[in-house]
């Protein structure tokens, strides 16, 4: 080491001046003032109360700058460094005892102790807080929280916090002025024996005993230093370390976990708050939850249904107008399509009212639907299935419908209502007052089957329109394609053999309407959308309000917290530090409204399936939907908070009352 670094000062103030002006009152705190602090020294500052003390500390501490003047720090000029690199060297160099200590609330002396580690990047070291905190004579205070320690233990909790970065100043704002005569003496032993090791102390007093257990009494008045007495040469040890620390990039995995643990803590301790904080996002998720499962149940319901004999059926229905039908079909169309509609692979006209059916006493209003029957061998060819679904029993015949025989197959649902869990095969119902036999038991169909199943019962074609409801006319026509891709085709040659048939003029609207299962499913999907949009918009607005009130919770938390922040920017954060732990905040609340939301959306679906039959599934997506989603918001809505923390002024924010 060359002599110029041992004769150069750690402190080296050059005409600093700072004025304050509030309003049009204009405070000269300090003027021109010069001052020298090398390696070692064991200096207090005293004068009167408003003689600007403070205000050099906070200067050759870095938590405030000068107006005008230089600053050397271990040689280097400091006016120029960003706020990050003065952050750094607070975290690193510089020490800080405050009056009224500072220590965080309800947290053990050791986690004080290792607040500052979390700020230097470096990671946190336990054994070395315990030394700290040994050092000052607490090793047996180490899981002692703050609020069970008396003034003098506390302060010595923050002296073993300044030391523990192994800093090359230690800066002292009065760290006497809340203690009683005992805890005082105590206090400044444990200074001066720090000092006696070799490390520079400077302390703000106004109390003559503390200033004369110092080496050197600077005072001060007016802004100006008036005398400077060396009362005993320092022990001056060897010249500073010469680097400054680098300004710390990103953040380290002990800040990011201190973060979340200060996030919690800081929710935990408001539970009710929390919880009615929440109450928004936790409503709007669980709608935009709940109909997801929903939908996304039905549709998975729909296709899983449908097979591919579904998907090589057109329906062929009228247009209905003021609640009717505007023209049904008649058999000489159907023997039009037959005969022209090359891909109708098979038309089965249907009748289809709904009337009360009864057995005994029982009496249940159905849908009744007719067919015109299958041969024996196309029964066997299905094996006894019928359009897809079992029958117990077997479906009538083509003989049955030309005879107008008085058999019918039921559904399930029919089944159940009229004979409970009697045996509905072979047993006889009555529609019309006509008696039939039941011939089959059918299952329900599985798109019907979503809401329990309609009670339904089916009967010969010509059964229906002779005997039962005295009409030809065919409500609709079920189309089979020769496969599902030609669905479409049979489609279009259905509407415009029909069009000729019924003389639709070109220009005119069909009176009908003709659907494949493709049509069906993208019809469902836009009754889904257009009740998606409702749900999404109320879900949207509950999403607002929780997000207002994220951001009103997190502005009361940044002010309840103010002197923390000024702590934690005092022992070295920077302003994103303070800027991401109120984020993570902001964050933490939203994802935990988002993760209830989920289960409060997920428990409606399942309600919801007491009416609809459709199990809901909730996908990974659902969920990382939900929580990208609050995750969004607790960023969006925290931010401004966030911000305005992170730009607090750390004096300012120390001295919040
Ligand atoms: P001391 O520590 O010696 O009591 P300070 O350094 O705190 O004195 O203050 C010096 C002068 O600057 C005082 O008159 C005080 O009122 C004024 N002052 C300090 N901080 C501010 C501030 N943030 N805004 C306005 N005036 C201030």
Known sequence: MSTSDA???????RQVSKTYITGTFKV????EVSLQVRAGEFVSLVGPSGSGKSTLLHIMGFLDRPDSGEYFFAGHPTAKLGEGRLAAIRSRMVGF??????LLKRTTARDNVLLPMVYTGLGTDSPKALECLRLVGLADRVKHKSNELSGGQCQRVAIARSLVNDPLVIMADEPTGNLDAASRQEVMEVIRDLNSKGLTVIIVTHDNEVS???????????????????????????????????????????????QLKVAFKAIWSHKMRSALTVLGIFIGVGAIISLMTISEGFMKSLLSAASEEDAKKVWVTPRWQHGKP????????????????????????SLNRNLEISAGDKRVESTVNSREGYDPAEQKAKRDYFENRKVEGRFFTRGENLNRARVAVINKALAKKLFDSGEALNAEIRIKGITFAVIG???NHKAEDIFGGQPTAYIPLTTASKRVFGSQRLDYLEVTAPSPDEAQEARRQIITVLREERGIREDAEEDFEVKTFETQIEMFKSTMGKISAVVYGIAGISLLVGGIGIMNIMLVSVTERTREIGLRKALGARNSDILSQFLIEAVVLCVIGGILGVGLGFGLAWAAYFFTKVPPTLGVGTIAFALG????????????????????????????E
């Open 212 to 258: 004369e257990m110092t080496d050197r009494v600077v005072r001060m008045k007016d802004g100006v230093i008036v005398s400077d007495e060396v009362r005993r040469p320092s022990a001056t040890s060897a010249a500073a370390r010469s680097e400054l620390p680098p300004a710390r990039l990103g953040f380290s995995p002990s800040e990011f976990s201190e």
């Open 326 to 349: 505007r023209r049904r079909f008649t058999l000489n169309e159907v023997e039009a399509l037959r005969a022209r509609v090359p891909l109708a692979e098979k038309i089965t006209p």
């Open 7 to 13: 004769a150069r000062p750690l402190i080296d103030i």
């Open 97 to 102: 005892i405050f009056q009224s200590f500072h």
């Open 441 to 443: 038991v059918a299952d």
């Open 28 to 31: 000269e705190a300090l003027k």
């Open 629 to 656: 989603f609050s995750t969004f918001i607790g960023v969006g809505f925290g931010f401004w908070p966030a911000l305005r923390a992170a730009m607090l002024d750390p004096i300012e924010a120390l001295r919040y």
